[in-house]
């Protein structure tokens, strides 16, 4: 069973860091790759970084530069790093990966961003 279990979110001050983590189980992400998405109110959810099984990664353009993602395969994790924080980056930011056409997503971890 695919478990994906996200955390590092927080309340932060604009212009802040944060540090996501999403921890796989039942699926390695270098094998299947992982996604970031995050969904802020009033939106629907966007996809905010992906890191194919090779280690390439891949950002949509309106989140290029601020958002970095990473993997540890030894600890089956991702990462999505998140520089100068803003308050429009709040919401629920989920990880999220696929085998056999099959979506397998987290329970999210909330961000919140104030001046």
């Known amino acids: 069973q695919v478990q994906l279990v996200e955390s590092g979110g927080g309340l932060v001050q604009a212009g802040g860091s944060l540090r996501l983590s999403c921890a796989a189980s039942g699926i390695q992400f270098a094998i299947n790759g992982m996604n970031w998405y995050r969904q802020v109110p009033g939106n629907q959810r966007e996809l905010v970084a992906a890191i194919t099984g090779g280690g390439t990664t891949n950002y949509p353009d309106s989140m290029k530069g601020r958002f970095t993602i990473s993997g540890d395969r030894v600890k089956n994790t991702v990462y999505q790093q998140i520089h100068s924080l803003k308050p429009e980056d709040t919401g629920v930011y989920y990880c999220?990966?696929?085998?056999?056409?099959?979506?397998?997503w987290g329970q999210g971890t909330q961000v919140t961003v104030f001046d």
């Open positions: 999220h990966t696929a085998r056999n056409w099959k979506d397998n």
